[in-house]
């Protein structure tokens, strides 16, 4: 699964989804309570965004992914002369990890695991140093 939906919507979008019983969830969120000219960001204390999209989703395994990328990068070709487009991924069951990388390879993405939801979420996540950074891996 792979909620799309707009942040302050994904508690209403995932109730009544499950159970989970160790089904993978992609997310590809960002915490923006607002978009457009004046952007806010969601106050999630302690958490990281995915962390509190997990709690939402008991018996999910959780993996971070696509979020650090804009949209006009994703769906075009991530394979370019110059290397493949780099996703990171972060995530606390390595098996889902492993399933979600294998999967976005396929795609042509160069995937990079950066560690659990808790440290690299926050990278990964608004205001992290890889939020909205564009890499390629070199092949």
């Known amino acids: ?6 942040w302050p919507e994904i508690p209403d979008a995932v109730r009544g989804l499950g159970p ?6 992609m997310d590809a969120t960002n915490q923006f309570e607002a978009t457009g000219p004046k ?12 962390e509190y999209v997990a709690s939402l989703l008991p018996g999910a395994r959780v993996v ?10 994703i769906e075009a070709d991530p394979r370019h002369d110059a290397g493949r487009q780099v996703l990171f991924l ?3 069951d390595a098996d889902a990890v492993e399933a979600v990388r294998a999967l976005v390879e396929q795609f ?6 950066i560690g659990d939801l808790r440290n ?5 996540q608004l205001g992290g140093p890889l939020s909205a950074l ?3 891996k070199q092949d």
């Open 1 to 6: 699964m792979l909620p799309a939906v707009p």
């Open 20 to 25: 989970f019983d160790g089904r993978i969830v």
């Open 39 to 50: 952007p806010r960001i969601a106050d999630l204390g302690d958490l990281t965004g995915s």
């Open 64 to 73: 971070k992914v696509f979020n650090t990328v804009y949209g006009r990068y």
């Open 90 to 92: 972060a995530g606390d």
């Open 108 to 113: 042509g993405f160069a995937a990079v695991p």
């Open 120 to 124: 690299g979420g926050r990278l990964m």
């Open 134 to 136: 564009h890499l390629l």
